[in-house]
């Protein structure tokens, strides 16, 4: 089993909401997409990324324009092959601190960080 604990500390009562910007995306499955680059990105979610949810911004280090990736991404999105999460901020537009951790549970439960990029 893999968890995903992500804290939040804010100024407020911390109450948030989804902006309608997406940086986050996981892989649900594979589907028939025209863009190559769409190809490239669903092949990266599946296999280099394990499923796993992975940043926009990483495409760019595998080669992928950015108007590419966000093209490509409409498109797997369209086609529900890959699901978006929307950024979120605190609704009274305060500073927010958030941490991410990543903890997977095998024999000896395993706590593993991705350094910030």
């Known amino acids: 089993m893999v968890i995903a604990l992500e804290p939040f500390i804010s100024q407020s009562n911390g109450r948030v909401e989804e902006t309608g910007v997406v940086e986050i995306y996981q892989y649900l499955q594979d589907r028939p997409v025209r863009l190559p ?3 490239k990105i669903l092949q ?3 296999d280099k990324y394990h499923g796993l949810p992975f940043a926009k911004r990483w495409l760019i ?8 990736a966000s093209l490509a991404l409409k498109q797997l999105e369209a086609v529900n092959a ?4 929307p950024v979120l901020r605190e609704i009274e537009n305060r500073a927010i ?5 990543t903890i997977i549970v095998d024999k000896e439960p395993v706590v593993t960080t991705r350094p910030k990029e």
Request: no cysteine.
């Open 82 to 85: 890959i699901k978006p999460f």
């Open 97 to 101: 601190a958030q941490a991410e951790h």
């Open 44 to 46: 990266l979610a599946r």
């Open 61 to 68: 280090k595998e080669g992928i324009t950015p108007l590419g």
């Open 37 to 39: 680059s769409a190809r």
